[in-house]
Every structure is written in structure tokens, then in C-alpha cells.
């Protein structure tokens, strides 16, 4: 079975810093891993996957996560904040061997500070 | 770019009442899924679909959810008798191929009263 765990609920940043977004996953196989973003009142939005080929991926929107096997570890970064980058980020992960769900973490909501 | 669409929007429906929730997935996607988020909290999966049948489904998922894919376009999600914890976002979504990311649906939020 896989799991995701996203540290820290909520995380604030001025606009231009910075953004780091924690993700740690668990999978008994091969994962696959994945950010999403959702916008308040939206879906899920797909901003980057891992599919066992790169391990730093790039994203929409000046995202990017690197996969650490070693550390079990999928974070998400962005090296400098806009105040549209407001919004919740889901972590997920799905098994790699024939998986039919993508199991999601808690979420992580973006503040942009001015 | 290709879109899921679900309808309606919001739907408010007393409880014990039947609803069905409906969704076009991408037309060349094979993979469907239904996932909830009750306001606030993380986004759940409910179950997953394909070749006609249900590949998977999650302890949420019981006997008053049901799945169909009624005419090779449609994929709906009936609750037989809602409850006022059924009360979430549910968000339809489809894949190409299962494991390379889902494009989701604008939702539909259910108010059960």
C-alpha cells in the first residue's frame, strides 16, 4: 500500500523568496509521483510528475521536484514566489505496478505575502 | 486542451434522496476515477473504472455508491440514499493510461440537507 505525508499544513512566503513544499512518500513498489494544485473553488490541476525516468522533474508555472529515493522524498520548489502561486498544493502517489488510484496527502496551502 | 466536464455545479438535495452526479471524461481516456473532498480536508478516493468495470474501490466506496458508464461518454456516480456526511466536493477525473496523472473535473459540490 502507498501513503503520502505532507509536512506542514500551511506555508507562508514573501513574494520573490523562496517556496519549499514538503512531501515524503511511502510504496511497497515503484512509485509514481505527482504534484497538484488547486485553486480556491477549482479541480485538481496537474503541475508536475515523476514517472522513473528524470529524477529532477520541471513543471508548469516555474515548479519543480526532485525525486530522493534514498529519502523517500518528493518535494516541491519554486525558487522565487508570485502572489499567484497562492493556492493548496496536493502531493500524490500512485504504485507503479498496475496502481488504479493516486492516493493524495493532506494538502499544503501557499500564502504569498506582498 | 481536452477538458473533463461535470455537472451540475452544486447541487443541494435533502437527505436520503438519490443523487447522480455526471461526468464527461476526455474522450480517448480509458482510465476513470471518482475522488471527494469534504471541505477543508484531503482529497479521498472513492473508486476507479475501467474496461467496463470497477478496478478498485475504497472503504468509502459502499453499497449506497454505485459507478456506471451508461453510453461510452457519460460516467456517473449515483448515491442511492444521501447522508448528511455525504455532504463534499466530488471531483470526477480520467487517465490515458492509469499512471501518468489525471486530468480532474471542476467538481460538483453536493449539499445535503
Known amino acids: 500500500a502507498q501513503s503520502v505525508t505532507q509536512l506542514g499544513s500551511h506555508v507562508s512566503v514573501s513574494e520573490g523568496a523562496l517556496v519549499l513544499l514538503r512531501c515524503n512518500y511511502s510504496?511497497?513498489?515503484?512509485?509514481?509521483l505527482f504534484w497538484y494544485v488547486q485553486y480556491p473553488n477549482q479541480g485538481l490541476q496537474l503541475l508536475l510528475k515523476?514517472?522513473?525516468?528524470?529524477?529532477l522533474v520541471k513543471g508548469i508555472n516555474g515548479f519543480e521536484a526532485e525525486f530522493k529515493k534514498s529519502e523517500t522524498s518528493f518535494h516541491l520548489t519554486k525558487p522565487s514566489a508570485h502572489m499567484s502561486d497562492a493556492a493548496e498544493y496536493f502531493c500524490?502517489?500512485?504504485?507503479?505496478?498496475?496502481?488504479?488510484?493516486?492516493?493524495f496527502g493532506a494538502g499544503t496551502r501557499l500564502f504569498v505575502k506582498a | 486542451e481536452p477538458e473533463v466536464t461535470q455537472t451540475p455545479s452544486h447541487q443541494v438535495t435533502q437527505m436520503g434522496q438519490e443523487v447522480i452526479l455526471r461526468c464527461v471524461p476526455i474522450?480517448?481516456?480509458?482510465?476513470f476515477y471518482w475522488y471527494r473532498q469534504i471541505l477543508g480536508q484531503k482529497v479521498e478516493f472513492l473508486v476507479s473504472?475501467?474496461?467496463?468495470?470497477?478496478?478498485?474501490k475504497s472503504e468509502i466506496f459502499d453499497d449506497q455508491f454505485s459507478v456506471e458508464r451508461p453510453d461510452g461518454s457519460n460516467f456517473t456516480l449515483k448515491i442511492r440514499s444521501t447522508k448528511l456526511e455525504d455532504s463534499a466536493m466530488y471531483f470526477c477525473?480520467?487517465?490515458?493510461?492509469?499512471?501518468?496523472?489525471?486530468?480532474f473535473g471542476s467538481g460538483t459540490r453536493l449539499t445535503v440537507v
Open positions: 477525473a480520467s487517465s490515458a493510461d492509469g499512471n501518468y496523472g489525471y486530468t
Open positions: 510504496s511497497s513498489v515503484p512509485p509514481y
Open positions: 515523476y514517472t522513473s525516468a528524470a529524477t
Open positions: 500524490a502517489v500512485t504504485a507503479h505496478a498496475g496502481g488504479f488510484k493516486t492516493i
Open positions: 474522450s480517448n481516456h480509458l482510465y
Open positions: 473504472f475501467y474496461n467496463n468495470e470497477i478496478s478498485e
